[in-house]
């Protein structure tokens, strides 16, 4: 099976001011552009058996119904990928959001938690719960970073019942990570991680069946073992990684024979 997998697009009608002296960083500008040529490549050349996103479609615009239209286009835009195509919820799709099942709706899942089995593998994308109790923090991560205990309950089931290879898709980071040397999270290195990511990683390195994990939110790419699983960590498709004006364009294509993974970083260029 083949997989070509990217994230963070971080879509705005108009360049971000919400990030002050950090709006330079994410070249929303080009969300456009870059996805279309992605969508190009993957229609024309790559011809994968499934596509993946990993989570914010949009750049929050701090208003409910500007981001929903925001999602809705984004959405339009994605579904002229020709091959079937998913995507887990990020914390700036849900930033305006009084529940995930605003986004979900959008996305046309009744659930951002749920399974789909494809070529002889299984896939799981993990989805996130809107806490509406506390302040958002910044890009939402604060009323973002957890799974509900039904879901995590849902994946345990999920997996016992499951005898095909499988791979997990998530927005925030799973695996243990220092964040030292990170534009964003250095600081705040909590906000990368999915916040009840121990019982998650509990039920996945206990699978004999788990081929790899991948994530996306924080705005770098490497490759993390932990407890023997594979944790691979997706940039941002607008991140101005080098601070020389030019989106990072990343993406993954994976190859899969068995339970053996290929990935392949490829960066598209304007």
């Not at 409910?64 to 887990?88: G, Q, V």
């Not at 046309?108 to 994308?125: A, P, R």
């Not at 964003?184 to 121990?198: D, G, M, Q, T």
């Not at 991948?214 to 073992?225: E, L, P, R």
Request: net charge negative; glycine share 6%.
């Amino acid at each position: 099976m083949k997989l070509v997998i990217f994230s963070d697009i971080h879509y705005a009608p108009e360049k971000d001011t919400n990030d002050g002296p950090k709006a330079g960083r994410k070249l929303i500008q080009y969300s456009i552009p870059i996805v279309k040529k992605l969508i190009n490549e993957i229609n024309d050349s790559i011809h994968p058996d499934v596509a993946i996103n990993l989570g914010d479609l949009i750049e929050d615009c701090k208003d409910h119904d500007e981001d929903i239209i925001n999602l809705s286009f984004m959405w339009d835009i994605l579904k002229e990928i020709r091959a079937p195509f998913y995507s887990t919820i990020g914390n700036h799709d849900l930033f305006s959001m009084q529940s995930e099942k605003e986004v979900e709706k959008v996305m046309g899942y009744e659930d951002s938690t749920f399974s789909v089995d494809s070529n002889g593998y299984h896939l799981i994308f993990l989805g996130l719960i809107v806490n509406t109790q506390v302040d958002p923090g910044y890009g939402g991560t604060s009323k973002t970073r957890s799974m509900s205990n039904e879901d995590i309950e849902w994946l345990k089931k999920d997996l016992e019942q499951n005898h095909l290879p499988c791979i997990v898709f998530t927005h925030y980071g799973i695996a243990e990570d220092d964040m030292k040397g990170n534009y964003w999270f250095e600081e705040c290195p909590n906000s990368a991680l999915l916040e009840n990511r121990k019982e998650v990683k509990d039920i996945l390195k206990s699978d004999n069946n788990l081929i790899a994990v991948f994530s996306g939110h924080q705005h770098w790419t490497k490759k993390i073992i932990e407890d023997g699983v594979s944790y691979y960590v997706i940039g941002s498709l607008t991140e101005n990684i080098n601070d020389e004006g030019v989106p990072d364009g990343v993406y993954f294509e994976v190859d899969i024979e068995q339970d053996k993974l290929k990935v392949n970083e490829h960066h598209i260029r304007l």
